[in-house]
């Protein structure tokens, strides 16, 4: 649920924690280790931004992709490109100088924190409440279909994404008072502390749990309710296919629902995978273990639950591409464009001319 750095999670008395934290971090760790993690988030980020810039570019060059399901889908996107550009240099940084360590200094290194923090907790908000909100359309899509839309579908976008976006904003907005930089022997750090007005511990236990509540209880819940429903529409539909006149007329459009669930549930599933390994984590960190009690070597099992995280943003652009052949249709024209595939066309025409040529040489030669 929160892609909080393994400093942030774990930072109950800031910088106290600094000077009495017996672990060395990223003790097992040699200059291949370190390497090897570097190259693997370099490959995570390339993968990442260019496959969710493609999703963006796709559906704006085509106006008949340009539905609720698919901006939302866009709106993804860019909160994936958002957490990726903010968050895995970050981590980088943190593999190779240690948990928490900030390289700005002054009032722009605080305000970077505050921000940067923000920010990329602020795109897992947006990506889960996005995938309620097509959860909710595809409800309205094919259970409902013939329910008259009262607002034009790119007006409803037009309120709906801000609206996820101010959401997910208030739900961080106290990372402005919680994140800031502190200084311990000349090296900076960026830290979540609930201090002086509140207990660290405490406020921070309750934050989460609040959290959890709003942005995976609650919307697991009505995903779950939605999807259970639309799942039994299609079966239903199948049903009477089978027994109706109209067989014909609906096979399509059960087909294309078929196709956009399929996906959606797809997208879920992933999501899902990769947001369980961090809360368990911070469930432990934040429920099980004392502050002085966190094992050695848990940077490394945060490296592992951070990857695993940042890694859906590189798996959503995937899935699309394998699952939907309207996507697929749109990377290969962008393909085509860039001339890294060559035009189908074109190879069609030069095979044409080739096989005319060997007919004229044939008829010549006899």
Known sequence: MQNSSLWSIRSTNATPWIKDYSCK?????????RGVKIFSYCVLLLFSVLGNILLVVIVKRTKRMQTITNYLIVNMAVSDILISVLAIPRR???????PGRWLFHGLLGSLLCKSLSFFQDLSTAVSILSLVVIAIDRHRGIVCPLRKQVINPGKLCK??????WITSMGLHAVYFYTFRTVTDDTKNYCILTWAPKFD??????TYYLILLFCLIIVPTCIVTILYSSIILNLKRS????RKGPSRCVTLRRSKEDKKVVRIVIAILIAFIVCLIPINVYAILIFFVWDPGEVPCGIDNAGFAVHFILYSNASVNPCIYFILNDKYRKGLLSIL????????RDSVDNSSIELVTLVKERHISSS
């Not at 971090?25 to 280790?33: A, G, I, K, V």
């Open 92 to 98: 980088m940084t943190e593999v190779l100088l240690g």
């Open 200 to 205: 660290d511990r405490k406020s921070q236990e």
């Open 159 to 164: 309120i709906v994404i801000p609206l996820i």
């Open 336 to 343: 085509r464009l860039l001339r890294i595939v060559k035009n």
């Open 238 to 241: 199948r049903i009477a296919r």
């Open 25 to 33: 971090s990223y003790q097992s760790d040699t200059d291949l280790t």
